[in-house]
């Protein structure tokens, strides 16, 4: 039986192949906690660079310092971290704001460390709204058209801060967050995280919880 081209018979079948090309992936120059902590210096943000963790869906490195005094009186009282997100809502109806405990954390900023400026930047977005955000890339992915194009008005327009680094893990700061944009009040959201990065602190310093 003929067997025409790009049709199955009983023992043979033709096809046409096509080369593929192989593109090797992005790859960080270090660890995403030590480029964190290097672009956090970089930018200026005072404060401890707490391990990655997953908010708001997103994979995010936040810079926070402890309010002492505020978690003092936490203690005082028994109120530890809340990192119940249904509970912590509670805590903006006008019946529960007078007895809701004070945010215990000051968060400088937050940070999302990406191989690709596109993740990055969907990462640090939805916390630009709330104060300081900058995503932290690798050289390789910020010598584009694309990221000339396209990422730098972004992060412009978001006011989000950019930091790059090279082979040797070495960070440049190739655009600071503007921290004079018109932020969110304080809602359920920032309450939330700010819970879950007192939690972190806590941790981070080997702080008694209430």
């Known amino acids: 039986m003929a067997v025409t081209p790009g049709q199955t018979g009983d023992a043979v079948t033709t096809r046409r192949a096509f080369p593929t090309r192989v593109v090797p992936p992005v790859e960080l120059p270090a660890s995403t ?3 964190a902590g290097e672009a956090a210096s970089r930018l200026g943000w005072d404060g401890v660079v707490l391990p990655e963790v997953t908010m708001l869906g997103r994979k995010v490195c936040v810079v926070a310092k402890l309010r002492t005094d505020v978690h003092a009186e936490r203690i005082a009282v028994g109120a530890g971290p809340v990192t119940d997100r249904a509970t912590v809502a509670t805590w903006t109806w006008p019946e529960f704001a007078v007895v809701a405990p004070e945010p215990a954390a000051e968060i400088i900023g937050v940070l999302a460390v990406g191989r690709h400026w596109r993740t990055a930047m969907a990462s640090a977005v939805p916390f630009a709204r709330y104060g300081d955000a900058a995503v932290v890339l690798p050289s390789s992915a910020v010598m584009s058209r694309d990221y000339v194009d396209n990422c730098l008005p972004r992060a412009r327009n978001y006011g989000i801060g950019v930091v790059s680094a090279d082979a040797d893990a070495v960070v440049t700061r190739d655009l600071a967050s503007r921290s004079e944009r018109l932020t969110l009040p304080e809602d359920a959201v920032s309450r ?6 007192y939690e972190q602190l806590l941790a981070s310093y080997d702080l008694p919880v209430a």
Not at 192 to 197: D, G, I, L, S
């Open 33 to 35: 906690s030590f480029l």
């Open 192 to 197: 939330w995280m700010n819970e879950m990065v």
